[in-house]
């Protein structure tokens, strides 16, 4: 008999561990993102753009066609895709005096997708 309360323990654990999983991923255009950044502000989000960047000092972002931009980080993670179409998904970040960026969870090239 007191195995059932330690069992009983154990499944409201793994409960309420699925209770605080990582929060969703919201698909995000990039003008959203640039025009409404404070409401997006440290959610998982995945956007897509080609990725550019400057050299002094040394940042990379994506941007679509209409130059809505947003700042990727960790740069050796994005940098071998520069000039590329990809879509990019992690933690959306914002703050008036640093800008839009995002900290990156993965990134696929767009001409990879099926």
């Known amino acids: 008999m007191p195995q059932l309360p330690m069992l009983s ?59 809505h931009r947003v700042e990727i980080f960790p740069h050796d993670e994005i940098a071998p895709h ?3 179409a990809v879509r990019v998904e992690g933690t959306f970040e914002f703050s008036p005096s640093e800008g839009r960026r995002l900290t990156l969870e993965r990134v696929t090239r767009l001409s990879d997708r099926d």
């Not at 605080?20 to 998982?44: F, I, M, Q, S």
């Not at 989000?45 to 130059?67: C, M, N």
């Open 9 to 67: 323990l154990a499944l409201l654990l793994l409960w309420l561990g699925g209770c605080g999983g990582e929060p969703d991923l919201v698909e995000v255009p990039l003008p959203v993102l640039a025009n409404e950044p404070a409401a997006h502000d440290g959610r998982r989000v995945a956007t897509q753009g080609v990725v550019r960047h400057f050299e002094e000092p040394l940042h990379y972002w994506i941007e679509d066609e209409d130059l």
């Open 82 to 84: 520069l000039g590329e």
